[in-house]
């Protein structure tokens, strides 16, 4: 009882390693993370986040629903009780704001720089009781299963001797309130992320606004006037021009504020692994659009960007007009006489794509289908 108690009460306040631009040291067998430059193409950079210390963020405004996965994370007290309550791991009761501030709507539009980032307290805490298990054993002089068993629990969720289950914990300086803010960091979820890198902003207006796009009618579907003005019919491969790239507020997506030469603005927004690529299907530069209409013709270009297939296409016109399959997979039924033919199936399509070598055959209504998956 003595010894399982010694294990269970363990809460040592240890010193939190800091991790301003510097490698994280350690005694443990763990590689510690390398800190890198700011890789300004990526808003958010996953276990990197050394990456950030330096860099300002903006709090970005969230649609409700997504509010509790980014912002139950936020603790905002002294020094000493960040360390203590650090030491125990994730808060029961998180501090979201401080007790002055409650509302969400508070933070948005606010600018943040990174301090320094701290490796989450469960990776000594779990150390630590690794540490006292060897002790109780040896004292007792035979092995403890029970306790053996919670520690090794524990010690899963060690990563890179750094993270714990995903996690670290970054401090922020308040721009507005001069206040140091320390945020419970997931470095496997970036739909929890809810700041926008000034740095990454920066560089994707300067990559973006100027640049011009041919869209496929698909791409351009959700794109909606500004507000108090009205959007007109889309004109299948009118050209539009980049005006500016930011973080809409009311759409909660980062945008392109596009312009074209009928005067007509649209707001489209882009999802976050986009990056202004040129995409088949999606989006080309002008010079790829006019290289295509000298190959097909604009009236099949045309048809291309509008979505439209049909049995004799080419797989690299379905792809231009359908952009690059989710699945595909092998039929051995319905094949049509033919044998073995490979099948396209997209998750926003209803219908199936049937290929023999390079040809579309048919298309099929997907409940019609019975297929045989391959790697």
């Known amino acids: 009882m003595r010894a399982f108690a010694l294990i269970l009460c363990v809460f040592f306040v240890l010193p939190i390693e800091k991790a301003n631009g510097q490698a994280v040291k350690s005694t443990h067998r763990d590689k510690p993370i390398a800190p890198k430059s700011f890789d300004s193409s990526r808003n958010y950079v996953g276990k990197d986040v050394l990456e950030y210390v330096g860099q300002e963020w903006y709090f970005k405004e969230e649609s409700l629903k ?87 629990r524990g010690l899963r969720g060690i990563e890179d001797n750094f993270f714990y289950n995903g996690r670290c914990y970054v401090v ?29 902003l920066a560089k994707e207006k300067e990559q973006l606004i100027g640049h011009k796009f041919v869209f496929s009618d698909a791409f351009i579907a959700d794109a909606v006037a500004p507000s108090g003005s009205t959007r007109n019919a889309i004109i299948t491969g009118a050209e539009w021009k980049c005006t500016d790239f930011s973080f809409d507020t009311v759409l909660y997506a980062f945008t392109l504020e596009l312009w074209n030469r009928d005067g007509q603005t649209l707001i489209k927004p882009v999802s976050r692994d986009w990056h202004g690529q040129y995409i088949m299907g999606a989006a080309y530069s002008p010079g790829e659009a006019d290289s295509l209409k000298s190959i097909y013709g604009a ?13 004799g296409m080419t797989r690299t016109m379905c792809q231009l007009a359908l952009g690059k399959p989710q699945k595909r997979t092998i039929a051995t039924k319905n094949a049509g006489g033919r044998g073995k033919v490979e099948v396209w199936s997209y998750a926003a399509r209803d219908s199936m794509y049937y290929f023999s070598h390079d040809t579309l055959l048919r298309t099929l209504p997907r409940a019609t289908i019975k297929q045989k998956g391959v790697k």
């Not at 808060?91 to 933070?107: K, L």
């Not at 948005?108 to 009781?129: H, I, M, Q, S, Y």
């Not at 922020?172 to 740095?199: M, Q, T």
Request: proline share 5%; with cysteine.
């Open 66 to 152: 997504d509010r509790d996965n980014c912002c139950n994370w936020f603790y905002n007290v002294d020094e000493s009780g960040v360390a203590i309550d650090m030491a125990k791991g994730i808060m029961h009761e998180p501090i979201i704001f401080p007790a002055w501030r409650q509302n969400y709507s508070d933070y948005v539009g606010r600018k943040f720089t990174v301090l320094e980032v701290k490796k989450a307290p469960d990776v000594d805490f779990w150390r630590d009781e690794q540490k006292q298990l060897t002790k109780v054993e040896r004292e007792l002089g035979k092995a403890n299963n029970v306790l053996r068993e919670y520690v090794k």
């Open 172 to 200: 922020l300086l308040d721009k507005v309130a001069s206040e140091k803010i320390y945020y419970y960091y997931d470095a496997r979820s970036e739909a929890a992320f809810p700041f926008v890198d000034l740095g990454y």
């Open 299 to 311: 009236p099949v270009f045309d048809a291309l960007l509008h979505g439209s297939v049909r049995p």
